[in-house]
């Protein structure tokens, strides 16, 4: 099985709707719920660590610049 290209690089990211809210991407990994699986990105928000489909985080976030 090929390894799978991780499209979201760890690093720092912020939210496009509130922009004081920061989040960093910790890695990407394959969620399986059942029979159901897709890629997602793990990210921390303080001490607490989240988890999201790459598709919603890429239209929640956005990488920090600078």
Known sequence: MAAAIQVTKPGKYRNIVNP???VEVVT???CRTGEMHGRCVIYTRGKK???RSIGEF??????VEG
């Open 20 to 22: 004081s809210t920061v």
């Open 58 to 63: 890429a239209e929640k976030f956005r990488p």
């Open 49 to 51: 660590f989240y988890v």
């Open 28 to 30: 990407e990994a394959e």
